[in-house]
Structure formats: C-alpha cells, structure tokens
C-alpha cells in the first residue's frame, strides 16, 4: 500500500517538491508527464511507469524492484546507487541516463529493448 495517492504524488510534483523517503509501492504512474521529478530516497516497487515522460528524473537510493518502465521515457534520467533488480526496461529510451552504482540483474533490458544506450 502506498503512503501516498496517485493524485498526490502529481500534486506534489506539479510543485516542483521532491517526493522524499515515502513508500509508493505499487503505484501507477503510466502515462503521466513527470519530467524532472526527484523520487530520490522513495521505495517504488512494482511501480508502473509504462509510458510515462521521465526525463530528466531523479531516482537516486531508489528501490525499484519490479518496476515497469516499457515505453517510458528516461533520458538523463538518474538512478544512481538505485536498485534496479527485475526492472523492465523493454523499449525505454534512456539516453544519458545514469545508473551509476545502481543495482541490476540479467533482466534489465535497457540494453536490449531500449532505444539507447545509459551511462553505468
């Protein structure tokens, strides 16, 4: 269960105000327009991403075990020191994207579905 509502986060975020240590497990963010957006510290496992407009995020000390980000837009998105572990990836666009000491396994698929290649 998330600590916070869809319709909160976005509240949050439309004031340009970091999301911080919450627990967002679980939700879903499709398709929303989240440029910008500093999630850094927030537990988002098994969150949807699929097609949402990430650039230039910040998901940096993340956990986003799980996290479905197809089609999403991550260009110099950072996840640095993020865990990443059963993320997919599959058609993400992720240039200039950092993952920096980020965790990940042999399902990412930044590197095989994404459009681009990130910075590790």
Known sequence: MSDLTREEVLEKLSNKEPIGEVNLEKIDLSTCDLGDADF????????????AS??????????LQGANFRGAN???AD????????SDMKGAG???????????????????????????
Do not use: M
């Open 94 to 120: 992720v240039r200039k994207a950092v993952f920096k000491g980020s965790k990940r396994d042999k399902s990412d698929d930044y590197r095989k579905g994404g459009r681009s290649r990130g910075r590790a």
């Open 54 to 63: 990430l650039q230039g995020a910040k998901f940096v000390e993340c956990d």
């Open 40 to 51: 850094s510290k927030a537990n988002l496992q098994d969150a949807n991403f699929s097609g």
């Open 74 to 76: 991550l260009h110099r």
């Open 79 to 86: 996840f640095t020191k993020a865990d990443l572990r059963w």
